[in-house]
């Protein structure tokens, strides 16, 4: 029979894949986004979105799962919640939440830096548009990053 923890921790894991697949699929889309590649990129979006989806899914479960624990606020961090585990499982939580804390960081980051590509190729078709239809709108590219 597996403990919660057990089950936490496989809920922990999950979150961990899902975060890994985000980042890899936020790499391929600087790609995308870089070459103009705007079909690959829809299905990209779509295959994101699932992603997503499934992330949340498996927080409410982590919530719900945490909310059965009874230790107090459901908005304990990881690390809080791993240090009230046994030994054993506490050990793979306290891993698994320093790891999933860092994919998350890292998908902030990647998140941030692809949110920038996007503005600044939305800021040239902007560009284009302007000379196509003569309104002589200049973009604002920021070209430091």
Known sequence: MTSVWDELAGILEEQLSVQHALLELGARKAELVAGAQVRDLEL?????EALLAQSQRLEDARLQLQEGLDVGD?????????????????????????????????????????????????AIVNYQLSLLSGSGWRPQLDCRT
């Open 44 to 48: 990209l979006l779509y295959t994101e």
């Open 74 to 122: 459901d908005r304990s961090t990881l690390r809080r919640l791993a240090a009230q585990a046994s030994p054993p499982a506490r050990d793979r939580l306290e891993i698994l939440a320093r790891e999933l804390g860092l994919a998350v960081a890292r998908l902030s980051d990647q998140t941030r830096a692809n949110r920038e590509l996007l503005q600044q190729a939305l």
